[in-house]
């Protein structure tokens, strides 16, 4: 089998960053969190981003409101460094990591599924 490279056209993406969680579902990689982006401060992230290994596109997730929560800091984990993350079928969980913002995550035991 011959391996070719082949140059990806730019289009929307995650920022450069490292300590992300991480899953792979079919032919889906999703990356969450991490530290890092465009500016030199490295920003500790919340952002989950979802790669379509078939085409090579990126596309940010945006959490749905279940009615439950309130606010948009509500509707998806906080930030988060080095967070576990891992996949069950369809679905990603991700856990833990640091938050070395605020210390632990205060906001109790929640699930976040994509």
């Known amino acids: 089998m011959a391996r070719q490279i082949k140059r990806i056209e730019p289009g929307t993406r995650p920022f450069g960053r490292y300590g992300v969680g991480q899953a792979r579902v079919g032919h889906h990689w999703y990356i969450f969190g991490g530290f890092g982006g465009e500016t030199g401060n490295s920003p500790q992230l919340n952002d989950l ?21 309130v ?44």
């Not at 981003?49 to 929560?69: A, F, V, Y």
């Not at 856990?95 to 994509?114: I, K």
């Open 49 to 69: 981003w979802q790669l379509d290994l078939r085409t090579h596109r990126w596309r940010l997730i945006e959490p749905h409101n279940s009615g439950k929560l």
């Open 71 to 114: 606010g948009p800091a509500a509707l998806r984990p906080c930030v988060r460094r080095v967070p576990a993350m891992t996949a069950v079928g369809d679905a990603v969980y991700l856990f833990g990591g640091l938050d070395l913002t605020s210390g632990p995550d205060e906001r109790g035991p929640r699930v976040w599924l994509q």
